[in-house]
Each structure stands twice: as structure tokens, then as C-alpha cells.
């Protein structure tokens, strides 16, 4: 059996695979094989958004870490050799597809963006940013099963078809790892997951005290937006929670409006909000890097911008 399959720890995560999995599915005139962690009910919904046949892994025994699912996994591969395996790119994700690469002896590519099939040798075309987004990178793999991480939120997710069948096939339980989880003590985080914001107001090194966060704020509120912050901000002043800094190693996020006030843009932000729909930088640098980036720039301090900037939305919002 060849086939198109996809591996991520959460439905949303899956779901954004299998609408691209089931692109590739198609061009090559294969099934897309999908496994699924939360039994029955999620199988019947996977196949719902487009897969053919879902893998249900049973439930691991207490103290399990997801990664005893790799040898099932791997074992799976072997024996139905698949044309494609993406795997959703979260910190577990990328850990899990290495090691199944590893026992698989086959390439694989990290953290792509972009996938195209040539259809002429029916190889995986694999593109992903490099040098903090200045630069991508073009990947083929010569093995199977091709296999890429996918950062999320790279691609839509499949919608619901009402009315598809597919096949379910149970997986054999793992067997015992060697890493056993004796405690959890879970990361504090805010109630707002800020990749999920529509709207995102950041703010920089431009903010001279953590008191005048407030104008920030105020902005972020007239246009029902969420804060987020260089890195300077987070992980030097610790002015912003670590969950709201934005870069290549913090948040990457989409929203449809980004607003940076006081934000220099250097390369390590700027991939951070690379697919935003609209940049606006605000900063007193008419030679920031930010406006290179930006859709609309204001060169002006934030200081004298921002309450100015607040006014006018509040007023136009309440005249809508």
C-alpha cells in the first residue's frame, strides 16, 4: 500500500494536514492514510474532512509519553510503505518524525512551508525559510516515504464533507517505553492563545518605561486586538509574558491586522509576522528595517502617534 499520510497531536493540527494531504492524495492518485489518537469518534470525523483510511493508535498505558507511538508507527511504515509522510511541526512533532525518519532510513525535511508535487517522478518538492526567513530553501527527498513537518497554521483546514466513508484500521498497542513520565508540572500560561488573534498590537524597544504599556493597551482594545512584543520586551525587561514574544523563536503568528509600535523589525522578528495581511509599523526610524516589511508605515514616535492613532479608530468605530 503507498498512500499520503499525516501524524499531529491535535485535530486542528490534523485537519490543516489532511486538506493538504489530500491535494497531494489526488495528484498522485493515492489514499490519504491519517492517524488518530482519540478513537473511534475522531476516525469517523477524520475521514469526514477527507481521509481514506485513518490508523486509531490505542490509548497509552499511565505514565506514557506520546513518543511510545513512534515504533507503531514505524512499524506501520514498514509494512505499507507510504509515498509521503508529514507530520505537524510542533517542539513533540519534530522530535517524533526524526526519530521515525531515523528508523526508517529516509530523508526528511524540517519545517516546510510549501509543498508541490512533480508530478513527472512523483517527487516531493519541499520549500522552507532559512537565515530567519532572508532565504528558502529548496528540498527534494530521494527516499521513502518522502517525509516534511509542517509548521501549524500553514495551511487551511479541510473541510467537512458530509457523507464520505473510509476505512479504519486499529493499530497494536505500544509496546512499554523507556521513558516513563513520573511528573507533570504544566508552564503557567495566559487564558488568550495569541496565535489565534486576529488582530495583534506589538510593541518594542521604542517603549521607554513598562507604565506606559497602557497605551498599548488602549489601542489594542479600540481595534479588539490582543498585545504581543519583541523579544527584548519578554525575555530582557520582562515587561510581557514569554507566551507574547514574536520571532523565529517565539510566536509566529497570521493575523489579519499587525500593528508594531516602537519595533525596529529586524530579520528575527519580522518571520515571526511574516503572514500577517497587513503590516502597519509606527516608529520615529524612517530607515527601520520594519518598513520594509510593512504594508503602511507611520514614521513618528509612538508617543505622540498611538494616542492620536487610538482616538480616530475609537471615533470611527463608534460612527460605524
Known amino acids: 500500500m503507498s498512500g499520503v499520510w499525516v501524524f499531529a497531536e491535535r485535530r486542528e493540527q490534523t485537519l490543516e494536514l489532511l486538506n493538504i494531504g489530500r491535494s497531494l492524495a489526488d495528484e498522485l492518485g493515492t489514499a490519504l492514510v491519517a492517524f488518530a489518537t482519540g478513537g473511534e469518534q475522531a476516525a469517523k470525523d477524520y475521514i469526514k474532512h477527507g481521509a481514506d483510511e485513518v490508523f486509531s493508535l490505542s490509548p497509552l498505558a499511565e505514565g506514557q509519553p506520546l513518543e511510545a507511538y513512534v515504533p507503531v508507527m514505524v512499524d506501520a511504515a514498514r509494512r505499507e510503505d507510504p509515498d509521503i509522510f508529514l507530520i505537524c511541526a510542533t517542539r513533540r ?137 519583541s523579544r527584548p520586551i519578554a525575555e530582557e525587561l520582562h515587561w510581557l509574558p514569554e507566551d507574547r514574544y514574536l520571532g523565529i523563536s517565539g510566536q509566529k503568528v497570521k493575523p489579519a491586522l499587525y500593528i508594531g509600535l516602537g519595533i525596529s523589525g529586524q530579520i528575527q522578528h519580522v518571520s515571526g509576522i ?26 513618528g514616535d509612538l508617543y505622540d502617534v498611538v494616542p492620536k492613532l487610538t482616538a480616530e479608530l475609537k471615533k470611527a468605530l463608534k460612527n460605524s
Open 93 to 229: 512533532g519534530k522530535e517524533m518524525a526524526a526519530r521515525i525518519a531515523a528508523q526508517l532510513n529516509t530523508g526528511l525535511g524540517s519545517e516546510c512551508n510549501s509543498l508541490k508535487l512533480d508530478k513527472e517522478n512523483k517527487s516531493l518538492i519541499m520549500e522552507r525559510m532559512m537565515f530567519g526567513g532572508a532565504a528558502v530553501q529548496t528540498i527534494v527527498c530521494t527516499t521513502r516515504p518522502q517525509m516534511a513537518t509542517i509548521p501549524p497554521r500553514t495551511f487551511e483546514q479541510a473541510a467537512a464533507q458530509e457523507g464520505r466513508e473510509g476505512k479504519i484500521t486499529e493499530l497494536p498497542a505500544p509496546g512499554a517505553s523507556a521513558v516513563k513520565v513520573i511528573d507533570r508540572k504544566p508552564k503557567v500560561k495566559e487564558a488568550v492563545d495569541i496565535t489565534e488573534a486576529n488582530v495583534i498590537v506589538a510593541v518594542g524597544r521604542g517603549l521607554e518605561k513598562q507604565e506606559d504599556l497602557r497605551l498599548v493597551q488602549e489601542l489594542a482594545g479600540a481595534v479588539g486586538g490582543e498585545i504581543g512584543c
Open 274 to 299: 511574516r503572514d500577517a495581511k497587513v503590516i502597519v509599523a509606527v516608529n520615529r526610524d524612517e530607515n527601520a528595517p520594519i518598513f520594509e516589511a510593512a504594508d503602511y508605515g507611520i514614521v
